[in-house]
């Protein structure tokens, strides 16, 4: 057998072969189409897979993800376009440190306790006249907040306040360093702090939460106040730190500044004792120190007329008299 005769044989075996195994009509080219469709299978499984795994990622955060509870409302204003709600605290009236958003919130009705907030662009603040009859939030200047409980304050001008009565509490930033608060004759000035002022007929009361205060006595004796320190006053000159003063001048030879000291202590100081005696000091320096022998006689005179000749210190005014020649 030669070979071509072989292969005529081995191609009428594969036939037979093929016709007993393979099933009726069908195509030699399918395994080819198959194997296509199962390479195109196998580059598509990843992505669809990664899609699929990417999906559930993701509702597994949705569904447990932490529900966040609804923001609170600010507080009612009426009156006014913005509220201003700083950050720094405040202090309630049983002295508590308090935030200022609490300090809003006070009022019986959930609004702010006085129904509105003094804006600083529209400078609110203005009238001397005003009055506050309840506790009140507000803003006086750039970086000073108040909260008022029953309080007078009137407004002087820029960073001078008058406290005529009531109980304040500030909180000074820095921007509002440079504030003086007049209180029963004495001057309150702040460099940055909190505090609480008082006036309640003629005795004022100061109270430092933070920080450090300059107090002006009304006798102008200068005090420091420190964080945790309180101290409190008459609106009355105390004739400790009146005779005080006057020794300082003295050291130092400002008899002239002695002078203008003891004018203004006059206009301070009630009729009593002190204010005899304080005339008499006030002639002898201007006679004997200053030889301001004119401006001795006035004040000599003005003695006379406040207290005529049963004042105890008659007898020290009548040698002045005839010492500076007043007629």
């Known amino acids: 057998m030669n070979r071509q005769d072989k292969d005529s044989l081995l191609h009428r075996a594969r036939r037979a072969h093929m016709s007993t195994r393979a099933p009726a009509g069908m195509k030699w080219k399918e395994p080819e189409h198959t194997g296509r469709i199962q390479t195109r299978w196998h580059i598509l499984a990843p992505a669809l897979g990664l ?85 009140q939030y507000s803003v006086l200047e750039p970086g000073v907040e108040v909260v008022r409980q029953s309080a007078d304050l009137l407004r002087r001008g820029k960073l001078t306040y008058v406290l005529k009565k009531g109980e304040v509490t500030f909180h000074v930033s820095k921007e509002g360093r440079g504030l003086v608060v ?55 000159p105390s004739e400790r730190e009146i005779r005080a003063k006057l020794a300082a001048f003295r050291r130092s030879s400002h008899h002239a500044a002695a002078v203008s000291y003891l004018t203004r202590m006059l206009h301070k100081v009630p009729r009593s004792p ?35 000749t049963s004042a105890a210190v008659e007898p020290a005014a009548k040698e002045l008299r005839e010492r500076f020649r007043c007629h």
């Open 51 to 135: 899609s699929v795994a990417a999906v559930l990622v993701l509702l597994v955060y949705v569904r447990l993800r932490p529900v966040e509870e609804p923001s609170q409302p600010h507080p009612v204003v009426q009156n006014q376009k913005r509220a201003v709600l700083p950050s720094g605290p405040q202090v309630a009236k049983s002295g508590r440190v308090m935030h200022p958003r609490n300090a809003m919130r006070r009022g019986s009705s959930g609004k702010s306790a006085s129904g509105h907030v003094v804006d600083t662009h529209n400078q609110s603040v203005k009238s001397a006249s005003a009055h506050v009859t309840h506790e």
């Open 182 to 236: 007049e209180a029963a004759g004495a001057s309150v000035h702040i460099t940055g702090t909190v505090f609480t002022l008082s006036v309640h007929g003629s005795r004022g009361a100061l109270e430092v939460l933070e920080g450090r205060v300059k107090l002006v006595t009304p006798a102008e004796a200068v005090r420091y106040v420190s964080k945790s320190e309180s101290v409190s006053w008459s609106s009355v």
């Open 274 to 308: 002190l204010k005899a005696s304080l005339y008499i000091e006030m002639a002898s320096i201007q006679g004997v120190m200053l030889q301001e022998w004119d401006e001795a006689c006035v004040t000599l005179d003005s003695f006379r007329r406040e207290f005529g």
